[in-house]
């Protein structure tokens, strides 16, 4: 933001009338004297129409509901509708570029994969704007290529739609979104088994090394020894043998005493 | 109870966990029934002598470095009855002093039966292991398809009328059972060892040698069953309840305020054995070797 300084006219040159009766600033008259000077003007201007700034405000917002709005000061220009580019150097409707446009809308894009053949094509988002595809090539290999819907890719996603009809198409998808399923499915299945092979090997080794503590080995206590044998859980073997250890710590404390 | 020379037969060979959890289910049998008498066959870096002196009355060691080590060491038992209990077990229950009870005189062999709602494979074919619940393989198991009243289409020895059906059932659970040391009992238990031993090292000529599917290769039970299908010992097996041998996964309608669990039987899990095997140059497998003794 500017910062304006705020200065006195007086230190300035300027003469400042305060009182009441003059409407405006030394500059104010000073225009006044230059009107007198032109005689057009002087005829037109009326000096008795006080030049104060609500005046002219009503003046301008009366003159703005008038009617009467027309070019008083013949600013505007009329067009020269019988002679302009157009008339002169008429273009043909064939050559028009909005005719380019609306033909290249409607003629076929060039076929965009060689010598490749599309062999399978399906939508691999759920917006459906994206489109994967297989083009068998003509030495048999096979190449797959995901596109979107982007301007750039116009030519391959029209083919692609031409050539694989929008059922075959959402039937292809359909195909795909299960094949994703089962294979979600039998992850999620391996992963179990993996997770529960691997508890099943821990609390056997948990099991084998509680045996191995001389503390459960020589305890009498056949229902602790027992629920050891028993335990689901890691957890269970390592509580058990918890409870065996300090029910062994009880009975010496009973026999010391 | 009985105080003849009667004792269980445990066998930890090949990987470290069978060995730790023979002395576990010992020991926990030795909780129940401290008169027990235990004979463990084992390798001998394993064993804690401390320890496992005071469980099992014998330890012995040089034995075949082989999952199916059991087989080898069934006949070498100096008992007069003898319980072979897989090493994956424990005990829970009194009524353990009780089991050798199970096996009367006139009877060579107790054994549970292979439940098909909770086995690998019970029924198969010359071709296929057969699925008990599949309704086309139900009609080859039984008349009309209709396991509650239909005769029996399977054959469980060569000599069974139903031996020309070309289905099969390996009816006997091989985790567990008494045997008693008669000579013809004895025989049976070797020649299971041989055709075990013959059937392991068979995969590459499988179809050659054997008529049933090659998936069934490495099951004791297959070996046993046939070895008591083409062959009659004299062996006679009895059925003894499933509380003498109940296995994760049976169900509990099994049991009953009678029939209390004797003994649980679980599965040791697969990455602990490969992780725990012998350290030996001659054994380049999972499954061991009959002929490396350590």
């Not at chain 1, 068998?136 to 750039?152: C, F, G, K, L, Y």
């Not at chain 2, 299971?192 to 995969?203: A, D, L, M, R, V």
Request: with cysteine.
């Amino acid at each position: 933001m500017t910062n304006v300084e705020s200065i006195d006219p007086r230190q300035h040159g300027f003469r400042v009338d305060v009182s009441e009766d003059v409407a405006s600033s030394e500059a104010e008259l000073a225009n006044k004297e230059i009107d007198k000077k032109i005689p057009e003007f002087e005829e037109e201007i009326n000096h008795e129409v006080p030049h104060d700034r609500d005046s002219v405000e009503k003046e301008v917002y009366k003159e703005s509901l008038s009617q009467d709005r027309g070019d008083r000061l013949g600013l505007v220009r009329k067009a020269d509708i019988e002679n302009n580019s157009w008339t002169r150097d008429p273009v043909d409707e064939d050559r028009r570029e909005e005719t380019k446009v609306a033909e290249n809308e409607t003629k076929e894009p060039e076929w965009p994969f060689g010598d490749g053949e599309i062999i399978y094509a399906f939508f691999s988002n759920d917006g459906r704007t994206v489109l994967t595809f297989f083009l068998r090539m003509p030495d048999d290999r096979v190449e797959n290529h995901t596109i979107d819907s982007a301007p750039m890719h116009k030519a391959a996603w029209h083919h692609i739609k031409k050539e694989v009809p929008e059922d075959q198409l959402n039937r292809n998808t359909q195909r795909e979104i299960n094949k994703i399923h089962r294979l979600r499915e039998r992850e999620e299945s391996e992963h179990k088994d993996v997770e529960g092979k691997q508890k099943q090997e821990g609390l056997f080794g948990a099991k084998v090394e509680a045996f191995e503590l001389p503390v459960v080995t020589n305890s009498t206590n056949r229902e602790l020894k027992s629920a050891i044998r028993k335990s689901k859980s890691t957890m269970e073997v390592i509580a058990t043998v918890g409870a065996l250890i300090a029910l062994e710590h009880m009975n010496k404390d009973d026999k010391s005493e | 109870m009985t105080s003849q020379n009667n004792g269980f037969l445990y066998v930890g060979s090949l990987t470290k966990p069978y060995y730790d959890a023979a002395v576990m289910s010992a020991e926990s049998v030795k909780d129940y029934w401290p008169e027990a008498k235990c004979t463990l066959f084992t390798h001998e870096p394993w064993v804690n002598q401390n320890r496992d002196s005071k469980i099992f009355d014998k330890i012995i060691t040089n034995v075949p470095a082989h999952c199916r080590a059991k087989l080898w060491a069934l006949e070498q038992t100096t008992y007069d009855k003898t319980c072979y209990m897989d090493a994956d077990t424990y005990c829970e229950h009194d009524d353990i002093k009780y089991i050798f009870d199970e096996l009367p005189d006139d009877y060579d062999m107790v054994m549970t039966i292979n439940r098909a709602y909770n086995a690998k494979v019970v029924y198969f074919t010359n071709d296929k292991e057969l699925t008990h619940y599949e309704e086309e393989d139900k009609k080859l198991i039984w008349e009309g398809g209709d396991p509650k009243n239909g005769k029996p289409l399977y054959a469980i020895h060569s000599w069974d009328p139903t031996a020309n059906n070309g289905v099969y059932r390996m009816k006997w659970h091989c985790g567990m059972f008494i045997y008693n040391n008669k000579p013809h009992t004895l025989e049976m238990l070797h020649a299971w060892y041989e055709n075990y031993k013959e059937q392991i090292t068979s995969k590459k000529v499988w179809e050659k040698k054997f008529n049933h599917p090659k998936s069934l290769w490495f099951w004791d039970t297959y070996a046993f069953w046939r070895t008591n299908y083409y062959k009659n010992y004299n062996v006679r097996i009895k059925e003894i309840h499933p509380k003498w041998n109940f296995v994760n996964g049976y169900r509990d309608y099994e049991l009953s305020e009678k029939h209390q669990k004797v003994m649980h039987h679980y599965t040791i899990p697969g990455g602990i054995q490969d992780e725990g095997l012998i350290d030996d140059p001659s054994i380049s497998n999972t499954i061991g070797n009959f002929d490396v003794f350590r």
